[in-house]
Structures are given as structure tokens and as C-alpha cells.
């Protein structure tokens, strides 16, 4: 059973951090591709930031390069996104996912998926 877990989500003024945490059950560690995607209210769902199993080079949306930060701790089953000079429109519901069959950082070919995490971006 894959399960994926997200937390760290909340309230934060304009300017600030947040670190997001996916913990992930241990077959999950076996994927092609885990990543980061949103969800702003009435809006579909978009990329954040991906990483492939093979590559230490995380992708990221043009909409959040250089503010934010992909990384992953195999030995505790766990990604993280550090949320850097955030703005209001990075408010939305922020999920976790990944693939068995593509790296690619696309929703479509997602696997698995936590449940998120609201992170609310406002003064």
C-alpha cells in the first residue's frame, strides 16, 4: 500500500516561509517521479516541482524558481518543498504525488496522491 502524507501547511503573512513535509510509505520510494502540485481555489491543478528517481535536479514551475526549494531524505522516507518569499497567489491546497511509470511532472500520470495541505498566503 503506497501512502503518501502531507503537513507543515498554514497561515503565513506575504514575505514569509513555510516548509512542506510527504511522507511516504516505503514501496512509495520506488518511484519514477514524486512531486509537488497546488490547487488555488477555482483553479485547476498545477505542477510545482517534480523530481525523477535517477536525478538530483528537482523541476520547477516558472512561477515559483528561485523561491522555492525541492529536496528528499530517502532514510526517512520523506520529501520536502521550502516555501521562500511567498506571495498570495501561492495560496491553495498543496498535495503530494507520485508515479511508477514517468518522471514527467504532470498530474495526469500521478499514481498516488496524499490528501494536502491548505497553505494560506495573506496579511
Known amino acids: 500500500q503506497v501512502q503518501l502524507v502531507e503537513s507543515g501547511g498554514g497561515l503565513v503573512q506575504p514575505g514569509g516561509s513555510l516548509r512542506l513535509s510527504c511522507e511516504t510509505s516505503?514501496?512509495?520510494?520506488?518511484?519514477?517521479?514524486i512531486g509537488w502540485f497546488r490547487q488555488a481555489p477555482g483553479k485547476e491543478r498545477e505542477e510545482v516541482s517534480c523530481i525523477a528517481s535517477h536525478d538530483d535536479n528537482p523541476y520547477y514551475a516558472d512561477s515559483v524558481k528561485g523561491r522555492f526549494t525541492m529536496s528528499r531524505e530517502k532514510a526517512k522516507n520523506t520529501v520536502y518543498l521550502q516555501m521562500n518569499s511567498l506571495k498570495p497567489e501561492d495560496t491553495a491546497i498543496y498535495y503530494c504525488?507520485?508515479?511508477?511509470?514517468?518522471?514527467?511532472?504532470?498530474?495526469?500520470?500521478?499514481?498516488?496522491w496524499g490528501k494536502g495541505t491548505l497553505v494560506n498566503v495573506s496579511s
Open positions: 504525488a507520485t508515479s511508477f511509470s514517468s518522471s514527467s511532472c504532470d498530474a495526469d500520470v500521478m499514481d498516488y
Open positions: 516505503r514501496y512509495a520510494w520506488d518511484y519514477y517521479g
